[in-house]
């Protein structure tokens, strides 16, 4: 009789006490705490992506909180990270990557929830916000196994870079697009220097990789590899230089495609040394010259360094 009177109160309505009190827990937005930290970022941010280390998980059952499609997994109460975002970006996106199955849950400025299990590849979560307002966005990284604490890096982005992840991959006509040249824009900057620049090299962090097959598009020799529409950098050199070298050192394989002042393809995949490029142009004239990082494999996104110089070869410190 103990126990079913326990019960009748329970079910009484008393709310000191739930039979689930993990799941009746909520998320806290728009507070200023955070696990891994915050950081305000306005559209056209550098470096892109911007990068955080996160391990994921908690004791919050989100799926019973009944936020939303593709709203699973745990998390704490508390967000994993904050991003203020000074201004208006068209494109917004968050992606995680990590050793386990992890889920994205985002609350934007406008107080909407967005979120996604797998739709990064494999287990890895991302999400992508349209006309993202400016605001606070707060940010979880669930964990779809509970118990389960995954150490994993937290992506945000503008750059339409990852093929495959979220219906932004050119599947059936990637090989057929081109490679934007003469333009303006670039996704890691660009720079005007002159004969005898100084620092020598010019040093730029990149990430490699896109949607379209260089190989396919036939530009010449060692032009392969899998690189954006747009490029990822800009150089404008102001005179003619006796010679010119463009390398790149990151951790996988990655080539470089480069369209000189005269208009010309120069390409390189490994002649750099181990899985590193390398374009040599003697007598280079002034001129625009646009250059990419690719990936050699579709889908890898390779953080590296690239390299621009007017010395004879010298290595990096410790290459």
């Not at 208006?88 to 406008?110: E, H, K, P, Q």
């Not at 118990?147 to 990852?162: F, K």
């Not at 404008?236 to 230089?241: A, Y």
């Given at each position: 009789?103990r126990?079913?009177i326990?019960?009748?109160i329970?079910?009484g309505g008393l709310?000191l006490?739930s039979?689930?009190?993990?799941?009746a827990q909520?998320l806290?937005?728009g507070g200023?705490n955070s696990?891994?930290?915050s950081v305000t970022?306005a559209?056209?941010?550098?470096?892109?992506?911007?990068?955080v280390?996160v391990?994921?998980?908690?004791?919050?059952d989100v799926r019973?909180?009944?936020?939303?499609?593709?709203?699973?997994?745990?998390?704490?109460?508390?967000p994993d990270?904050?991003?203020?975002l000074?201004?208006?970006?068209?494109?917004?996106?968050?992606?995680n990557t990590?050793?386990g199955?992890?889920?994205l849950?985002?609350?934007?400025a406008s107080?909407r929830?967005h979120?996604n299990?797998d739709?990064?590849?494999?287990?890895?979560?991302?999400?992508?916000i349209?006309?993202?307002p400016p605001g606070?966005?707060?940010?979880?990284?669930s964990?779809?196994q509970?118990?389960?604490?995954?150490p994993?890096t937290?992506y945000?982005?503008?750059l339409d870079?990852?093929?495959g992840?979220?219906?932004?991959?050119?599947?059936?006509?990637?090989?057929t697009?081109?490679l934007?040249?003469?333009g303006?824009d670039a996704?890691?900057?660009n720079?005007?220097l002159?004969?005898g620049f100084?620092p020598?090299p010019?040093?730029?962090t990149?990430?490699?990789?896109g949607s379209?097959?260089?190989r396919?598009?036939n530009?010449g020799?060692g032009?392969v590899?899998?690189?954006?529409?747009?490029p990822?950098?800009i150089?404008h050199?102001?005179?003619?230089?006796?010679?010119l070298r463009f390398?790149?050192v990151g951790?996988?394989?990655t080539g470089?495609?480069?369209?000189?002042?005269?208009?010309?393809w120069h390409c390189?995949?490994?002649?750099?040394?181990?899985?590193n490029?390398?374009?040599?142009?003697?007598?280079?004239?002034?001129?625009?010259y646009?250059?990419?990082?690719t990936?050699?494999?579709?889908?890898?996104d390779?953080?590296g360094t690239?390299?621009v110089?007017?010395?004879?070869?010298?290595?990096?410190?410790g290459k």
């Amino acid at each position: 009789m103990r126990a079913i009177i326990l019960t009748l109160i329970v079910a009484g309505g008393l709310e000191l006490w739930s039979a689930e009190p993990i799941a009746a827990q909520s998320l806290q937005i728009g507070g200023s705490n955070s696990n891994y930290g915050s950081v305000t970022l306005a559209a056209g941010f550098t470096p892109d992506p911007h990068q955080v280390t996160v391990t994921s998980g908690g004791s919050l059952d989100v799926r019973a909180m009944n936020l939303g499609a593709g709203c699973v997994g745990y998390a704490t109460s508390q967000p994993d990270f904050i991003l203020h975002l000074s201004s208006s970006s068209t494109r917004l996106r968050f992606y995680n990557t990590g050793g386990g199955d992890t889920g994205l849950l985002i609350n934007d400025a406008s107080g909407r929830w967005h979120c996604n299990d797998d739709s990064y590849g494999g287990t890895n979560p991302t999400v992508t916000i349209s006309d993202a307002p400016p605001g606070q966005y707060d940010v979880w990284v669930s964990s779809y196994q509970s118990g389960e604490n995954i150490p994993s890096t937290l992506y945000i982005t503008e750059l339409d870079r990852h093929p495959g992840s979220d219906g932004d991959s050119y599947s059936g006509g990637s090989s057929t697009r081109s490679l934007t040249i003469a333009g303006s824009d670039a996704y890691f900057g660009n720079v005007t220097l002159a004969p005898g620049f100084r620092p020598d090299p010019h040093q730029v962090t990149v990430t490699s990789g896109g949607s379209l097959d260089v190989r396919a598009m036939n530009l010449g020799p060692g032009c392969v590899g899998h690189a954006a529409q747009q490029p990822d950098f800009i150089l404008h050199l102001t005179g003619r230089s006796s010679m010119l070298r463009f390398y790149v050192v990151g951790d996988g394989d990655t080539g470089l495609v480069v369209n000189d002042g005269t208009g010309s393809w120069h390409c390189d995949d490994d002649s750099y040394g181990g899985t590193n490029p390398e374009v040599t142009i003697y007598g280079a004239p002034s001129g625009q010259y646009d250059v990419w990082v690719t990936s050699y494999r579709s889908g890898q996104d390779i953080r590296g360094t690239l390299y621009v110089s007017e010395l004879a070869e010298q290595r990096p410190k410790g290459k």
